[in-house]
């Protein structure tokens, strides 16, 4: 597959996320599994490949101790094609981008879906939990305490309202205290997610449209950062993540670049996080021997 056919599969998949509004929850659900791949990459998986659930170039499979066996058909996919003060270019088969390194356009590579492979057992990721009860709390308190980059509350709020960010006033987040712990983990995920589309001091959306496709982002990020760090808020978040529909593909290139955007904020903010506890929900964003890591 050559770059011009990646980029025309790209173009289909977005057209897909437009008529068909329950794609979108199927590319959420991918962005979360793959979360440090493009959007563009994780519309390429699913047009070869929807049910992948963890995907390596051939050589990482091999040093995790896994091959790729005979005949399999890889996955194409974009990866970026990096150049160093010296021109050189990155030799390896899934480069990454750093801050002296130049991009300099996208190639072409081959993964493979463990579903592929034969080999060495990897550590399974960790089992969503349901939205329910109180076994988040410790996790709610530290993010507050140490890791979310906004003053947080908890006070009463109208009916139907779970948190609020307003950043044209005090730049805070207010979260219901009448919700339980997890619940308030799920908004506060989601009003994060707002403060980091809408940074304080900026004026929130006033047409309607704009306000809706706000909404949309930000309980998808939360959506995919709870995925990520195993809350599973889908009984809550699926009106709203597979709700998007009628769009210009424009809108959507932006929506998921923004979506993707806000993901890697938060999730950097948790891998950082001074918190010990926090920090675990993270354990394999800076590692670069993670299978899904290195393609941007």
Do not use: C
Not at 200 to 229: F, L
Request: hydrophobic share 40%; aromatic share 6%; charged share 20%.
């Amino acid at each position: 597959m050559t770059g011009q056919d990646a980029q025309a599969l790209v173009q289909a998949g977005i057209e897909r996320l437009i008529g068909d509004p329950a794609q979108w929850l199927q590319w959420a659900q991918t962005q979360a599994r793959f979360h440090h791949y493009s959007p563009q990459n994780i519309l390429l998986i699913l047009a070869q490949r929807p049910d992948a659930t963890r995907v390596a170039g051939f050589q990482t499979w091999k040093r995790l101790g896994r091959f790729v066996r005979r005949g399999e058909k890889g996955i194409t996919i974009l990866a970026p094609m990096v150049r160093k003060s010296s021109d050189a270019v990155e030799p390896d088969d899934v480069p990454t981008e750093e801050p002296t390194r130049k991009l300099v356009g996208f190639r072409p590579v081959t993964v493979f879906d463990i579903a592929q492979t034969d080999g060495d057992p990897l550590e399974d990721p960790p089992r969503a939990i349901v939205l329910t009860g109180d076994t988040w709390q410790p996790v709610l308190t530290g993010l507050i305490a140490s890791t979310v980059p906004v003053p947080v509350t908890f006070g009463a709020l109208p009916p139907d309202t779970w948190g609020m960010w307003q950043p044209a006033l005090d730049g805070h987040i207010t979260i219901s205290d009448a919700a339980a712990p997890n619940m308030q983990l799920k908004t506060l995920l989601h009003e994060w997610a707002h403060s980091v589309g809408i940074p304080a001091g900026t004026a929130v959306p006033v047409d309607e449209t704009a306000r809706a496709e706000e909404e949309v982002m930000a309980e998808t990020t939360a959506y995919i950062v709870g995925q990520i760090i195993g809350l599973d808020t889908l009984s809550y978040s699926q009106s709203y993540v597979a709700g998007w529909s009628d769009r210009s593909p424009e809108t959507v290139r932006r929506a998921l670049s923004a979506i993707h955007h806000r993901v890697r904020v938060m999730m950097d903010a948790i891998a950082h996080s001074p918190d010990p506890l926090v920090q675990t929900l993270a354990p394999d964003w800076r590692e670069a021997s993670s299978p899904a890591q290195k393609v941007s």
